[in-house]
């Protein structure tokens, strides 16, 4: 008997055969109908988004829809279901539900690229994850996860005062507004309200601190002498 070694180059994907001859001529023929597979390459995975208009570091006013870009020559679709690619979405709605799902979408095959596009349209907080171990054992775990709130209903500002006029604008005792902010991603660093005064020192009262039930938000502004 007599043995030979071959190599197989990284990469390959397909069958092995090969054909024997002796000195008098004789051939064998052998193929292995199995496919090999020599993969040692980690996949490799991007992530784009149509809306990146941002706000205070995390904020949007519209829906995004992220596009994933995989590239991995030994890709299938039930890497989904067999845990090997796992896309993961958490969203926390403004209702306080929150849900963590792994998704599946549904990918297009373009060479050894695919796509899928994922779309988040409703007003929540959200993170965006992925990881993928090929076939072969391959290891992509280096996304940085996004982070990023949707908020598409604007603030409603609502302002009482105590008392009202005797004679258009002019009051015959202290007032108290009453400022109310309905508002579900609230921060009172964004809060601008413009006074002025000309009751001969030019200074305007201040506003109280922000106390918050739930979406609605609340402070005063005492008005005196």
């Known amino acids: 008997e007599y043995y030979a070694k071959f190599k197989i180059p990284a990469q390959f994907r397909g069958n092995v055969s090969f054909d024997a001859v002796d000195m008098a001529?004789?051939?064998?023929?052998?193929?292995?109908?199995?496919?090999?597979?020599?993969?040692?390459?980690?996949?490799?995975?991007?992530?784009?988004?149509?809306?990146?208009?941002?706000?205070?570091?995390?904020?949007?006013?519209?829906?995004?829809?992220?596009?994933?870009?995989?590239?991995?020559?030994?890709?299938?679709?039930?890497?989904?279901?067999?845990?090997?690619?796992?896309?993961?979405?958490e969203k926390t709605l403004d209702d306080g539900k929150y849900t963590k799902e792994n998704i599946k979408p549904e990918f297009t095959k373009n060479g050894d690229v695919y796509t899928a596009t994922v779309k988040f349209d409703e007003n929540a907080d959200y993170t965006f994850d992925i990881k993928y171990t090929d076939r072969s054992g391959n290891v992509y775990d280096s996304y940085d996860m996004d982070v990023f709130t949707i908020d598409k209903i604007n603030p409603v500002i609502n302002v009482e005062f105590d008392n009202d006029a005797i004679n258009d604008n002019q009051f015959k005792a202290d007032r108290v507004a009453d400022i109310e902010v309905v508002e579900h991603n609230f921060d009172a660093s964004l809060i601008n309200i413009a006074m002025t005064a000309t009751n001969g020192t030019n200074q305007v009262p201040r506003v109280s601190a922000w106390s918050r039930t739930g979406d609605v938000s609340r402070a005063t502004i005492e008005f005196a002498d």
């Open 25 to 89: 001529g004789n051939i064998s023929n052998a193929k292995d109908k199995n496919v090999v597979v020599v993969d040692n390459v980690a996949p490799g995975i991007s992530v784009t988004y149509d809306n990146n208009n941002v706000l205070n570091d995390k904020y949007y006013t519209a829906d995004r829809t992220a596009t994933i870009r995989i590239e991995e020559a030994n890709f299938f679709e039930e890497d989904l279901d067999d845990g090997l690619l796992v896309i993961t979405v």
